[in-house]
């Protein structure tokens, strides 16, 4: 089977609905577009039973893109253990999402549209995972920003979409020029990006012990990560992209375009395992991260943002996972976390949905009645990120904690540990404000109709089953050796933490509602600075955009454009041939005396020059 | 003998010459072109081609003067006027044309002519008659050329009879 | 006596021919005279031609010299015709008068 027909069916997809989209009754778009999703999903299927269990890699060459020097990338795409993973983990839950958007999105104008810029997305997150080289990925990569451009500006009527929607592609450029000058040392260190190649010639080469060309390398492409999945200092553009429309936030910002950093980090760990040094800085970086954002989730008011927060501190986790070395760990928690924070993006849209576009939590309060199915999977959803025993988070959790505990840096197990004792509890916190207590808003809650809560209900299978019935690290063995645990000590204190997590919020939230609030002004100026995100936007504002718009503007438009190049070059050309036509002008005369004149004059300085040439 | 003639030609020729460029009537200075062209004929005949002589005669002096001497008469040409315009001409045209036929002079008198024939004898040098020669040549190799100027005079003499004629009212 | 003329007497003889013919190309003012000078200034060439066919004992010089005559006749003709209606539309034959070809 050909494996470029996979991306290709959602292509086709939004050439369709990108062009007729408009014109075609809203059944018939449903049908392409969430068709083409899952004709892919078929066929990975497919593809799948056919090669299962997967043992040798399946590549394809479908022509050479690039052949220069001695540099030659094709349009290569292959399947490995790790491409199964992605390829399951994109297009099944792409297909949930976009049967979630034919409910979410039934009242929205742009319905083409918005399926047409879904099935692009599908087309390049597909290209990104199933390529065989690194420029072929950064393709995808740079595909997929753009889509989430696109996305997230959809209500591109409403100048903070728009501005968002700005914020998340510039952020992310910032990462790509770290990647690109990481694919540029890659091609100047080995003359070649097929990974395969790269793979076999990293494995002469010594373990760097300090910083080397492999350092720089995994360095600079760590940069790339940290613009695509938000890790600090690039994470801010993520919470304003919950401008977007939910069933957006779901599939790029939660389950597919956020993780495609950490499935970068997976793809090349040859190269990481040769540069420790890199390694500890993704670790400590992820670490940071997931604390940081951890922190700033438990004073947001928007449901959306504490879900954002959370995603962002959750793929610090994936990172820590990978800068520790246990890869499968972190792309297990990538599965998993596709799974519960689709749901939690889905079932938070499902409650926007039913109080007609109500957003921040304090206007919400004892949805449970109103609206059960979201009530009970949102529940499962955040028992499972909270790592409660046997949901399919605390298994992830726990590979990555664990390789914590065991590794050379113990400390980061305890302040992992701490963090998911947050994450429990501002998800529960999230989780009580909406439905529990008394309604506090204006609207009529009311449950989404079944094309909405089918995928809630299947992901809420999956956040349970996923862990113990789907186990990554198994399937990812022959790729990345796993070591056996010591102890189930890591375990049970991760597991302690979490409960501890829940049990506050239940406290705060649920039992003694009051209590939070005195928490809250005792907490005082600590309170403000979380609420306010440690006014990273700000500073960001001031020290960066702000210069540097004012550059642009002063001197690089007025000085450099309007002086230098339009007057000076441009009109000083013209200034320059009218001039001389003015003076040439003269000689056309009109007098015949004169030309023959000056024919003569011509043919003497001729003749002088063949009759003394020829001497 | 030779020498005789050419030295007669040569000074009718310069003379005419620049009678006319001094004169101030057209009909003057058309006569003596006149003159210039008959004492060429002469030189051709000394250089032993007669045929071109006879062309010169016939072409020339019968067919183009008489032209030029009509069209002044019916033109009414007179005598020319001073004039105060193309001071550049006036001006830069004498030395030029000093600088011209000096440099000529120097240039004719420099380059080295195989001496063995640097000399012209009178008579025809072409076995047969030049008429014969030519004749051979033109309608062998040089075809392609006399066809095309056979269409250029067809072209000429559409030219002259559209500009000339007058205008239907 | 000279016995023989040297070449290089003809072709001097033609080059102030030539020179004559500019002079007067430049200096007379009316139209007809001018065209009277280009005339000469063929001729000139002419006497070129067959003195270097002489030279080269070559006949093509002659053919060439032919040619020119033919040229020079269509143009005289054209010219003329030309003239005439200069004439008959600006009623001078001066040529400092006529310069209306200018920027």
Redesign the interface.
Known sequence: MNLWLIPLCPLIGFLLSGLLGKRLPKQLVNIICVGSVAASFGLVIYLLSNIYPVNTPVTEHDFTWIQSGGLKIGFDLSVDRLTAVMLLVVTGVGLLIHTYSIGYMSHEEGYGRFFAYLNLFMFFMLLLVLAQNLLLLFVGWEGVGLCSYLLVGFYFKEKFAGDAANKAFIVNRIGDFGFMLGILLLVIQFHTLDFASIATAVKGMPVESSMGALSIITLLLFVGACGKSAQLPLYVWLPDAMAGPTPVSALIHAATMVTAGVYMVARVSFLYDHAPGAMHIVALVGLATAVFAATIGLAQNDIKKVFAYSTVSQLGYMFLGLGLGAYSAGVFHLMTHAFFKALLFLGAGSVIHGLSGEQDLRHMGGLRKAMPITFVTLGIASLSISGFPFFAGFYSKDAILAAAYESASPWMFWVGAATAGMTAFYVFRAYFLTFFGKYRGHHHPHESPFVMTFPLMVLAVFSIGAGKFLSVPEWLAPMFPVTEHGSMQPMIISASFGIGGILLATLLYVIVPSLSDSVKSAAGPIYTLLANKYYVDELYAAVIVKPLTLISRTVLWRGVDEGLIDTGLVNGLGRVAQALGEVA?RW??????NS??WI?AGSLLLIFILGLGVR | M???L?IIA?VA??GC??N??LQKH?IS??LS?IG??SS?AL??L????E??AM??MI??GG??MV??IF??M??N?GA??R?D??LF??IA??PL?AV??VL??FL??E?P??SK?????FGS??PGG?AE??GM??FS??LY?FEV?SV??L???L??VV??RKEID | ?????????????S????????????????V??????I??ML?AV??TF??F???N?N??G??Y???V??????????G??????I?KNRGT????E??????
Do not use: C
């Not at chain 2, 000394?46 to 081609?49: E, N, P, S, T, V």
């Open positions: 002008r056309q005369s009109g007098s015949i005396r023959a004149t003569l | 030779d020498s005789i050419f040569a020729a310069i010459g620049l006319l460029v057209p200075s058309a072109l210039v062209m060429l030189l051709y000394l250089l032993g081609a045929f071109i062309a010169q072409v020339y067919a183009v032209l030029f069209v002044i019916l033109l040409a020319e006027k004039s315009k193309s001409a006036q045209g004498f044309l011209l036929v000529l002079a004719i008198r380059t002519f195989p024939i640097s000399q012209v004898q040098w072409v030049s020669a030519i040549q033109l190799k040089f050329p100027v250029l005079i072209i000429a003499i030219g002259a500009l000339a | 006596m000279i016995e023989h003329i040297p070449i290089w007497w003809y072709l001097t003889l080059a102030v021919l030539f020179g004559l013919g500019v002079a007067g190309f430049i200096y007379r003012k009316s007809i005279t001018v065209f009277m000078s005339e000469l001729n002419n006497l067959v003195t066919s002489y030279q004992k006949i093509d002659h053919i010299s032919f040619f005559m033919v040229v020079a006749a269509a143009e005289a003709a054209v003329l015709a030309i003239i005439l209606t004439f034959l001066q040529i400092d006529i310069d209306s070809m200018k920027l």
